[in-house]
């Protein structure tokens, strides 16, 4: 169940993402500019809207889901010790 819970979870997340993405990205077609300037505003609002919700979504549910807080010990876990070989080690003369 709980892995079943954690799956949708991860559904709703990337399902949103998506949807945000579009949203932002996407390009108005219209030739009347108010309706272009209306449509503009309206899609790329709503693209920051599930930004912020996408946000808070995982803020709360990183706290519960067992995956998420894998995931977020993983992280943690390498930005403590990251990898020598990407760390900036050039030494300029």
Do not use: H
């Amino acid at each position: 169940m709980n892995k079943t819970i954690s799956f949708i979870r991860m559904a709703i997340l990337f399902a949103l993402g998506m949807a945000a993405c579009l949203l932002v990205f996407g390009e108005e077609q219209d030739d009347n500019l108010p309706a272009w300037a209306f449509r503009f505003i309206i899609d790329k609002a709503l693209g920051i809207g599930l930004c912020f919700y996408i946000g808070r979504l995982y803020k709360r549910w990183s706290k519960i889901d067992p995956w998420l807080i894998a995931y977020d010990k993983m992280c943690d876990e390498v930005m403590e010790k990251p990898n020598p070989m990407y760390l900036d080690n050039d030494k300029e003369d």
